[in-house]
């Protein structure tokens, strides 16, 4: 039976449609209030149905339905079958499974907070999704200033005889040792949770009221740590943005869209004041309407949300739809447990925040969820802001791809012209740098898919040279490189080391020398030597830019060429590397060597004040003061410095 044969069989009843192609797999899913009506639609002229639409349409063989008792069961089901089947022609939160997330380890007696991919119903809390990864572990640095939390794995801290190095500098109050009860413990624990809703005002009132009692009962060493947090967080929330009039708690969405790239920036507001921001990128959405993309989001984005507050502000939407997504949220919150936090937590008056309905259920007020797409007003102003915000992150995201397109284009490129079984992924660069010889240090620089890698960048003192020889400098660095990576791999292989602690073990896919013939040649020696002769290796000569190659003639390639550029790009930056680090050497021996000769400057002063001074010109600016005040000093060697260095009698010396 054809599709559309399938369609006078159709219920006029709410539910779940699904499209699947040949082989069974699962193209699309969607919700309709009326089957019959809704995916009828879909096989209309041809030319009136997004392009995306039209190429599903081909693609599907079948059709599946399932009928719901109404519309919000339709949406929970729709919700659920597009998180399992992620289906390729719905619109998707882009890496949806990788968006990391805080975990509170409520479920422990003595919780922890980290970082997590995973979320599983376990009985912890989990907060996010975040997109930032570097935001969110800056969140966490601030969690452990504020309220130290334990960080080890034991599960039972009973076992544990003594607390670990966090104990002594105060980022853990060691359950382990007995040195915090777990009743003090899990409050510190519920403030950081307070935290991460937004409810800054509601620890403030905690940390007051704690405080005083301290001081009431003469515990005046914690009434001052109580004290020195609340001055802690006192400065954290100064630098948050007052959002809106009322104290309500709200999160706001907008959309910015380009072809088939869509941006949602939110913004959460907690108790009037703007405590976070997220951006989120959605594939698929080009041909679909505004309202359809936000609607998307939402469903995507609050199935697994932690937290959901009692309103929601869009810049766009279907009015019947969002009732029936504030419905099903609404069911949400009761499942979760959330709605009771959801209450009147963050308002000191014990009021219900603005803006947030009521009804009564069982005796007990309970929070609704309302979804508005506001036209005037604050709420308006606000909604404009994100909005303004959304389009800036989807033009960043823009250059962005465009960037990286270039990139793997170049890497293509250059795979082509120097022939390369494929784009290399970790491209390495060595560079010598020397004055006649003195000083001499090599820079090894790193690109992983077209991009620099400073965490890779490793740098090489060579003191077995006896003066100018590139070709045995060159030689020297390898050896030492290769030599670590083999024995690392060795160590990692037996368990000694791990992949995080080692420095060399990555082997390049392609290695290029900052010089000529020469050079090549001592590079490919040492590989062979190494057993890594499979390794491509190329040298590029600077103001011909020509590329030499093992065995071939010297390739020239238009100044314009994107192979030739990535290959500039990280020579460049190996020669600025390996010079960097040749000025810093011999600026430390000029420095030294000035130092040698001030008489009772012994080693160990000229040790202290070579690693206060980088260099002779920042020694020459310091002062009498400054120089006395170093380690090992007094004020006779400071003057005896100072004197040297200014050609100078310094009076009162």
Same mark, same amino acid.
């Given at each position: 039976?054809?599709?559309?044969?399938?369609?006078?069989?159709?219920?006029?009843a709410?539910?779940?449609?699904?499209f699947?192609?040949?082989?069974?797999?699962?193209?699309?899913?969607?919700?309709?209030?009326?089957?019959?009506?809704?995916?009828?639609?879909?096989?209309?002229?041809p030319?009136?149905?997004?392009?995306k639409?039209?190429?599903?349409?081909?693609?599907?063989?079948?059709?599946?339905y399932?009928v719901t008792?109404?519309?919000?069961?339709?949406?929970?089901l729709e919700?659920?079958?597009?998180?399992?089947?992620?289906?390729?022609?719905?619109?998707?939160l882009?890496?949806?499974?990788?968006?990391?997330y805080?975990?509170?380890?409520?479920?422990?007696?003595?919780?922890?907070?980290?970082?997590?991919?995973?979320?599983?119903?376990?009985?912890?809390?989990?907060?996010?999704?975040y997109?930032?990864?570097?935001?969110l572990?800056?969140?966490?640095?601030?969690?452990r200033s504020?309220?130290?939390?334990?960080?080890c794995?034991?599960?039972?801290?009973?076992?544990?005889?003594?607390?670990c190095?966090?104990?002594?500098?105060?980022?853990?109050?060691?359950?382990?040792?007995?040195?915090?009860?777990?009743?003090?413990?899990?409050?510190?624990?519920?403030?950081?949770?307070?935290f991460?809703?937004?409810?800054?005002?509601?620890?403030?009132?905690?940390?007051?009221?704690?405080?005083?009692?301290?001081?009431?009962?003469l515990?005046f060493?914690?009434?001052?740590?109580?004290?020195?947090?609340?001055?802690a967080l006192?400065?954290?929330?100064?630098?948050?943005?007052?959002?809106?009039?009322?104290?309500?708690?709200?999160?706001?969405?907008?959309?910015a869209?380009?072809?088939?790239?869509?941006?949602?920036?939110?913004?959460?507001?907690?108790?009037?004041?703007?405590v976070?921001r997220?951006?989120?990128?959605?594939?698929?959405t080009e041909?679909?309407?505004?309202?359809?993309?936000?609607?998307?989001?939402?469903?995507?984005?609050?199935?697994?949300a932690?937290?959901?507050?009692?309103?929601i502000?869009?810049?766009?939407?279907?009015?019947?739809?969002l009732? #029936?997504? =504030?419905?099903? /949220? &609404?069911?949400?919150?009761?499942?979760?447990?959330?709605m009771?936090?959801?209450?009147?937590? %963050? +308002?000191?008056?014990?009021?219900?925040?603005?803006?947030?309905?009521?009804?009564?259920?069982?005796?007990?007020?309970?929070?609704?969820?309302q979804?508005?797409?506001?036209?005037?007003?604050e709420?308006?102003?606000l909604?404009?802001?994100?909005?303004?915000?959304?389009?800036?992150?989807l033009?960043?995201?823009?250059?962005?791809?465009?960037?990286?397109?270039?990139?793997?284009?170049?890497l293509e490129?250059?795979?082509?012209?120097?022939g390369l079984?494929?784009?290399?992924?970790?491209?390495?660069?060595y560079?010598?740098?020397?004055?006649?010889?003195?000083?001499?240090?090599a820079?090894?620089?790193?690109?992983?898919d077209?991009?620099?890698?400073?965490?890779?960048?490793?740098?090489?003192?060579?003191?077995?040279?006896?003066?100018?020889d590139?070709?045995? #400098?060159m =030689?020297?660095? /390898? &050896?030492?490189?290769?030599?670590?990576?083999?024995?690392e791999?060795?160590?990692?292989?037996? %368990? +000694?080391?791990?992949t995080?602690?080692?420095?060399?073990?990555?082997l390049?896919?392609?290695?290029?020398?900052?010089?000529?013939?020469?050079?090549?040649?001592?590079?490919?020696?040492?590989?062979?030597?190494?057993?890594?002769?499979?390794?491509?290796?190329?040298?590029?000569?600077?103001?011909?830019?020509?590329?030499?190659?093992?065995?071939?003639?010297p390739?020239?390639?238009?100044?314009?060429?994107?192979?030739?550029q990535?290959?500039?790009?990280l020579?460049?930056?190996?020669?600025?590397?390996?010079?960097s680090?040749?000025?810093?050497?011999?600026t430390r021996?000029?420095?030294?060597?000035?130092?040698?000769?001030?008489?009772?400057i012994?080693?160990v002063?000229?040790?202290a004040?070579?690693?206060?001074?980088?260099?002779?010109?920042?020694?020459?600016? #310091?002062s009498?003061?400054? /120089?006395?005040?170093?380690?090992?000093?007094?004020?006779?060697?400071?003057a005896a410095?100072?004197?040297?260095l200014?050609?100078e009698?310094?009076?009162?010396?």
């Amino acid at each position: 039976m054809s599709l559309q044969d399938k369609l006078p069989y159709l219920p006029a009843a709410p539910g779940v449609y699904i499209f699947r192609d040949g082989n069974g797999g699962v193209l699309y899913v969607g919700k309709a209030v009326s089957l019959r009506q809704r995916v009828r639609s879909y096989f209309q002229d041809p030319a009136r149905l997004p392009p995306k639409t039209r190429v599903m349409l081909q693609r599907a063989a079948d059709l599946e339905y399932i009928v719901t008792d109404n519309e919000v069961e339709a949406l929970i089901l729709e919700a659920n079958l597009i998180k399992e089947h992620r289906p390729r022609y719905n619109v998707l939160l882009r890496d949806d499974k990788s968006y990391p997330y805080l975990k509170v380890t409520i479920n422990e007696d003595y919780p922890r907070v980290f970082v997590t991919r995973t979320v599983s119903r376990d009985g912890a809390r989990y907060f996010g999704p975040y997109t930032a990864v570097r935001d969110l572990r800056e969140t966490l640095e601030v969690l452990r200033s504020l309220f130290p939390f334990r960080t080890c794995k034991h599960k039972d801290l009973s076992k544990v005889e003594r607390p670990c190095l966090n104990y002594h500098i105060k980022r853990c109050p060691a359950p382990c040792g007995g040195r915090i009860g777990r009743e003090e413990y899990r409050r510190n624990m519920e403030q950081i949770c307070l935290f991460l809703e937004g409810r800054q005002e509601e620890i403030l009132k905690q940390l007051r009221g704690q405080m005083q009692a301290a001081a009431a009962a003469l515990q005046f060493e914690k009434a001052a740590l109580l004290r020195d947090r609340l001055r802690a967080l006192e400065s954290v929330l100064e630098k948050q943005k007052v959002a809106a009039a009322g104290r309500g708690d709200r999160d706001v969405l907008a959309l910015a869209r380009s072809g088939d790239l869509s941006c949602v920036a939110l913004f959460f507001v907690r108790g009037g004041k703007l405590v976070g921001r997220e951006n989120f990128f959605l594939e698929g959405t080009e041909g679909l309407e505004r309202a359809e993309v936000l609607t998307a989001f939402l469903k995507q984005y609050y199935g697994r949300a932690e937290f959901i507050p009692p309103l929601i502000l869009l810049s766009d939407g279907d009015k019947r739809e969002l009732t #029936a997504v =504030a419905g099903w /949220l &609404t069911l949400l919150q009761k499942k979760s447990g959330t709605m009771d936090r959801a209450g009147a937590a %963050g +308002q000191p008056d014990g009021k219900p925040p603005e803006g947030r309905p009521e009804e009564q259920g069982g005796g007990k007020k309970r929070a609704l969820v309302q979804i508005k797409v506001p036209q005037k007003g604050e709420d308006k102003q606000l909604v404009d802001m994100v909005a303004h915000n959304a389009l800036l992150a989807l033009r960043e995201e823009e250059l962005a791809r465009t960037g990286r397109k270039r990139k793997e284009q170049a890497l293509e490129r250059l795979a082509a012209v120097l022939g390369l079984p494929g784009p290399p992924h970790r491209l390495e660069c060595y560079d010598i740098s020397h004055t006649a010889g003195q000083e001499t240090v090599a820079s090894l620089v790193v690109m992983l898919d077209g991009r620099p890698a400073p965490r890779e960048y490793r740098k090489f003192h060579l003191r077995t040279l006896s003066g100018p020889d590139d070709f045995a #400098a060159m =030689a020297e660095v /390898l &050896t030492r490189r290769f030599d670590r990576a083999r024995e690392e791999r060795q160590l990692i292989n037996t %368990g +000694q080391l791990s992949t995080k602690e080692a420095k060399f073990h990555q082997l390049p896919d392609l290695v290029l020398i900052d010089g000529g013939a020469g050079q090549l040649g001592a590079a490919r020696q040492v590989l062979q030597q190494q057993g890594l002769a499979h390794i491509p290796v190329f040298a590029l000569a600077k103001k011909e830019e020509l590329i030499y190659r093992p065995q071939d003639e010297p390739l020239r390639l238009q100044r314009d060429d994107p192979a030739l550029q990535l290959l500039q790009t990280l020579r460049d930056e190996a020669h600025r590397f390996a010079v960097s680090y040749h000025r810093q050497r011999r600026t430390r021996r000029s420095l030294k060597s000035v130092l040698e000769e001030i008489p009772g400057i012994g080693p160990v002063r000229r040790r202290a004040l070579q690693k206060a001074f980088p260099g002779l010109e920042e020694l020459q600016k #310091a002062s009498l003061e400054q /120089l006395a005040a170093l380690p090992g000093m007094n004020r006779s060697a400071a003057a005896a410095v100072y004197r040297f260095l200014h050609g100078e009698e310094k009076e009162g010396v």
